[in-house]
C-alpha cells in the first residue's frame, strides 16, 4: 500500500527564516506534486516534479525530488506572511490512475 | 483557472436522506475524483473515474456511489446521509500527457456538507 508522509504536521516560524518541509513516499513513483491550500479554500497546484534530481523554484519556494530515497522536500527561504497555508504532497500510484495525498503540513509564519 | 465547478457549495441535511453532489468540467479531461478532507486526514479518495462510465472505488468508498455518463459530470451520491459523512468535498480532473504521463490535478472549489 503506498502511503505518504510529512514532516512536520505544524510548523509556526518567524519572518525571514528558511525551513524545510519533508515529504517521505513508501513506494516507486515517476512524478510528484505539490499544493498549497489556503484556509477555506481549494488547493492550488505548485510543483510537477518529473523525475529524479528535478528541481523547481517559485520565489521563495524551492521543490525538489529524490526518487532512490523516495523523499521529496519543499525548502521556504526568507518566509512571509504570505506563506501562510497547508502544503501538502502527493504521489502518483504507478500503473493506476490514483494520487495519494499526506497529511499535509501546516504553515504559519509570524510576523 | 481549469474549469470546475461543484454544487451544491454548501449544504445542510438531515441523516438518512439521500444527497447528491454534482462535479462539472469544462477541459475534457479524462479522470475525475472524489476527495473528502477531514481535519488530521488530508484528503482521501472516495472514488474515480477514468471514463464515461468507468469508476473504481478509492480508500473510503463505503457508503458512496458515482455516476459519470458524459465526460463532463462526475456525480457523488450518499444514498443514505450520515453524520460521520459530514465533512469537505473535493472533485479535482487531471489527463495524461503525449507520454501517458500522469499531470498534476486541478481542483475544485469544494462543497461543505453537514449532515445532521
Known amino acids: 500500500e503506498l502511503k505518504v508522509e510529512q514532516n512536520p504536521l505544524f510548523l509556526s516560524m518567524q519572518e525571514g527564516k528558511n525551513y524545510t518541509i519533508y515529504c517521505n513516499y513508501s513506494?516507486?513513483?515517476?512524478?510528484l506534486y505539490w499544493y498549497r491550500q489556503d484556509p477555506g479554500k481549494s488547493l492550488e497546484s505548485l510543483f510537477v516534479?518529473?523525475?529524479?534530481?528535478a528541481v523547481k523554484q517559485e520565489g521563495r519556494l524551492m521543490a525538489s525530488l529524490d526518487t532512490k530515497a523516495r523523499l521529496s522536500t519543499l525548502h521556504i527561504t526568507a518566509a512571509v506572511h504570505d506563506l501562510s497555508a497547508t502544503y501538502f504532497c502527493?504521489?502518483?500510484?504507478?500503473?493506476?490512475?490514483?494520487?495519494?495525498f499526506g497529511t499535509g503540513t501546516r504553515l504559519k509564519v509570524l510576523a | 483557472d481549469a474549469g470546475i465547478t461543484q454544487s451544491p457549495r454548501h449544504k445542510v441535511t438531515e441523516t438518512g436522506t439521500p444527497v447528491t453532489l454534482r462535479c462539472h468540467q469544462t477541459?475534457?479531461?479524462?479522470?475525475m475524483y472524489w476527495y473528502r478532507q477531514d481535519p488530521g486526514h488530508g484528503l482521501r479518495l472516495i472514488h474515480y473515474?477514468?471514463?464515461?462510465?468507468?469508476?473504481d472505488k478509492g480508500e473510503v468508498s463505503d457508503g458512496y456511489s458515482v455516476s459519470r455518463s458524459k465526460t463532463e459530470d462526475f456525480l457523488l451520491t450518499l444514498e443514505s446521509a450520515t453524520s460521520s459523512q459530514t465533512s469537505v468535498y473535493f472533485c479535482?480532473?487531471?489527463?495524461?500527457?503525449?507520454?501517458?504521463?500522469?499531470?498534476?490535478?486541478?481542483f475544485g472549489p469544494g462543497t461543505r456538507l453537514t449532515v445532521l
Open positions: 473515474s477514468y471514463g464515461v462510465k468507468d469508476t
Open positions: 513506494t516507486t513513483s515517476d512524478r
Open positions: 479535482a480532473i487531471s489527463e495524461v500527457d503525449s507520454g501517458s504521463s500522469y499531470n498534476e490535478q486541478f
Open positions: 516534479l518529473l523525475s529524479n534530481g
Open positions: 502527493a504521489v502518483d500510484s504507478s500503473g493506476t490512475y490514483k494520487y495519494i
Open positions: 477541459e475534457n479531461h479524462r479522470y
